[in-house]
């Protein structure tokens, strides 16, 4: 999956095997081979199924046991890495209004505020089990579990 911001594109490789064997990496895009616009890459705790989102020039990823790794995303530089407690996490990371979305299979819902340093701001426990990426509209976050969907305002 790839995400992109001020000019660079990040993108996660594929992982179906697991582990957090993968990796991201960062180009400008352009013309020709990829790989002379790489700008860096980055393999330690990755994702194997979510996206990663960015936010104001961070790159923040969530590994399926649950770490999330902010990267800035003109240098590949860590800034934090942060875990968020009992995994899987299947479902990719959302942003809004200055704030990350982590949900877990069972329905852990992690908010931490986007920036430098790892912030949690809560932890919400919904019942369910969760593999789809939340989605937000009009200051509405939508998470959908097999057995319902919740719309918290």
Known sequence: AAVAEEGVVGATS????????????AVRPGQGDVRA?????HGKST????SPV??????YALADAGIVTC??????????VERLGKGPFHASIVAGDGKLYCLSI???????????????????KLSGTFYATPAI?????????????????
Not at 47 to 50: E, N, T
Not at 54 to 59: D, H, I, L, P, S
Not at 137 to 153: P, T
């Open 14 to 25: 594929g992982n179906p095997a697991g582990a957090g064997k993968g990796h991201i990496m």
């Open 37 to 41: 616009t790489k700008l860096w890459k």
């Open 106 to 124: 069972e329905g852990n819902c992690t908010v931490m505020q986007a920036g430098s340093e790892a912030k949690v701001l809560s932890t919400n």
């Open 137 to 153: 509209s009009d200051g509405v976050l939508y998470l959908r579990a097999y057995e319902r969907l919740y719309a918290i305002q």
């Open 54 to 59: 960015c936010v104001n020039g961070k790159v």
């Open 47 to 50: 994702p194997d199924s979510a």
């Open 71 to 80: 990267l800035d995303l003109g240098t590949g530089k860590v800034d934090w």
